[in-house]
Antibody, heavy 124, light 109 residues
Framework: EVQLVQSGAEVKKPGESLKISCKTS????????VGWVRQMPGKGLEWMGI????????RYSPSFQGQVTISADKSISTAYLQWSSLKASDTAMYYC?????????????????WGKGTTVTVSS | EIVLTQSPGTLSLSPGERATLSCRAS???????LAWYQQKPGQAPRLLIY???SRATGIPDKFSGSGSETDFTLTISRLEPEDFAVYYC??????????FGPGTKVEIK
């Protein structure tokens, strides 16, 4: 069974750093794009970026370029999303999801398996 | 960039009724690269439809997708209590900006 298990909820202060994780299992991690999606309270879904774990090719949505860093560790089939300096406006739910089709050409594709989400709260 | 618009914003229906949700694109969606997701409160999105009309694994046939180019529709043939949720369309395979529509909430009337 394909599973994406995300790290637990975080409460941080503005200016702090944070790295959340998405541990995958049940499939070949290296050959499926893994993406991160933000959902602010009461709002819709936004692509943040994606990573191809096979070669760590990473692509960011323009709105998130320079604001976050996406990475992956193939040895433990885990993707990460990190911030160097959080803002109150980063308060949101963050989902990781895997592309439904294997292969590098299927970037920003439809996602068939999603993690349960990690809630990040940034407040002074 | 393709921008998706969903209508209506909220759909109030009773169990047993048919739901018709619209997703309109600002320009033609290549190869019908259009997906639909369902999201219930406190849950992650769930893939329902891809390629505009193909049901994802395990999705019951009460859900159907149709359309092409700029106009797409998700139909739920007979609403059951578990179908009341928010539904998002997504165009995929290109720019991530505005890839998801704003959503349609299907609520119990």
């Amino acid at each position: 069974e394909v599973q994406l298990v995300q790290s637990g909820a975080e409460v941080k202060k503005p200016g702090e750093s944070l790295k959340i994780s998405c541990k995958t299992s049940g499939y070949s991690f290296s050959i499926y794009w893994v993406g991160w999606v933000r959902q602010m309270p009461g709002k819709g879904l936004e692509w943040m970026g994606i990573i191809y774990p096979g070669d760590s090719d990473t692509r960011y949505s323009p709105s998130f370029q320079g604001q976050v860093t996406i990475s992956a560790d193939k040895s433990i089939s885990t993707a990460y999303l990190q911030w160097s300096s959080l803002k109150a406006s980063d308060t949101a739910m963050y989902y990781c999801a895997s592309a439904a089709v294997a292969g590098k050409k299927y970037y920003y594709y439809y996602m068939d398996v999603w993690g349960k989400g990690t809630t990040v709260t940034v407040s002074s | 960039e393709i921008v998706l618009t969903q209508s209506p914003g909220t759909l109030s229906l009773s169990p047993g009724e048919r739901a018709t949700l619209s997703c309109r694109a600002s320009q033609s969606v290549t190869s019908s690269y259009l997906a639909w997701y369902q999201q219930k409160p406190g849950q992650a999105p769930r893939l329902l439809i891809y390629g505009a009309s193909s049901r994802a694994t395990g999705i019951p046939d009460k859900f159907s997708g149709s359309g092409s180019e700029t106009d797409f529709t998700l139909t739920i043939s007979r609403l059951e209590p578990e179908d009341f949720a928010v539904y998002y369309c997504q165009h995929y395979g290109s720019s991530p900006e505005f890839a998801f529509g704003p959503g349609t909430k299907v609520e119990i009337k």
